[in-house]
């Protein structure tokens, strides 16, 4: 299709087959937008810098790509109530965590036209944007693209919804007494969605095949990465219990102080869930991270918003305060002062 021939109000827009995503856009209350020209400008300007990621297909440059795409009916089944009341009676799972099971699994053609739809609207929103002026942005284009995108999204989620009972039966098999099932779920349906993202439906084999990859060797590198942290941690509490004798008598940056100091934040970023530890090492380029990461790049890796992001860092940085005030940390200081 020619950006040229772009038009700012797609007639397949209108299909019956969008209008309950069409509806939940409607209800996030994203549109219209009501923004004066710098508004406009900033708006169009982080548009422009994100990425919009889809697997391109041939027939998404057909002319009548978005009547065909959106012609057969999907037929999603509503939630099976009954089903989550079957898995809690069977199941360790709490009712709320059940309650994510709802969603009936996808027949081999609805999963294929919701991958189908997802990229085609990602692709179509990425055309659009490239013919945004950042200086002169028109609102129509950038409501349409904020509206394709949200609409992909909504396609993306119900691929997720029926496939979140494969999160649960991989990580409840990484579960023990250092790995909590509720960290591991949430790194699991993060590590879902990324792979969703990447899917290419073409290659003629089922997204769950693809996805127990991607979830198993995430949940994997959750446990390992714990156990290194744990070991670290030893390590340096080891350090600490040789030199901690002579520390008091030193008045300068012994190198037992500085273990002492590395072991006490270490043991505190311990007593933080996982996903505040992660962007607390990312946001102070702490640990393996060289770099002190954006809140937009950890919004995008754990797929939630950039205010998300800051909120999580303020409640981790206000754990890390009080922990510090209430261990009685300024035995730390009174050391580099020699006291």
């Given amino acids: 299709m020619s950006t040229s021939a772009l038009s700012l109000r797609p007639s397949w827009l209108k299909l019956a087959e969008l209008e309950p995503a069409m509806q939940a856009f409607e209800a996030q209350g994203l549109a219209p937008l009501e923004l004066g020209a710098d508004g406009l400008k900033r708006l169009a300007k982080e548009i422009q810098s994100e990425e919009i ?78 013919q945004l002026d950042p200086k002169r942005p028109s609102k129509m284009r950038i409501e349409l693209i904020r509206r394709l995108l949200f609409l992909a999204d909504w396609h993306r989620d119900r691929i997720v919804e029926a496939n979140l009972r494969l999160v649960f039966s991989i990580v409840k098999k990484f579960v023990n007494q250092h790995n909590r099932f509720d960290d591991l779920l949430s790194d699991g349906i993060v590590a879902l969605m990324r792979a969703a993202d990447k899917f290419d439906f073409e290659r003629g084999f089922r997204f769950s095949t693809y996805a127990t990859q991607v979830v198993r060797r995430d949940s994997y590198r959750s446990v390992v990465t714990t156990q290194e942290e744990r070991q670290k941690v030893s390590s340096g509490l080891q350090d600490m219990e040789i030199d901690v004798s002579d520390e008091i008598r030193q008045p300068n940056m012994s190198e037992s102080r500085w273990h002492l100091l590395r072991t006490r934040l270490a043991s505190m970023l311990g007593d933080l869930d996982r996903r505040e530890k992660l962007i607390i090492r990312a946001r102070f380029a702490l640990g393996s991270h060289r770099r002190v990461q954006t809140l937009q790049a950890l919004a995008d890796r754990l797929g939630v918003s950039k205010e998300r992001v800051r909120q999580l860092e303020k409640r981790a940085l206000d754990k890390l305060t009080l922990m510090a005030s209430n261990a009685g940390y300024q035995e730390v200081e009174s050391v580099e002062q020699g006291v």
């Fill in 53 to 130: 990621g889809f697997i391109n297909n041939r027939r998404f440059q057909e002319p009548e790509a978005g009547d065909e795409i959106f012609a057969e009916p999907l037929d999603l089944q509503p939630p099976d109530a009954e089903q989550v009341r079957r898995m809690s009676r069977t199941s360790e799972l709490p009712r709320h965590l059940g309650r994510l099971c709802e969603a009936p699994l996808l027949t081999p053609d609805q999963e294929r036209m919701l991958f189908e739809r997802m990229n085609f609207l990602r692709q179509q929103a990425n055309l659009y944007r490239s």
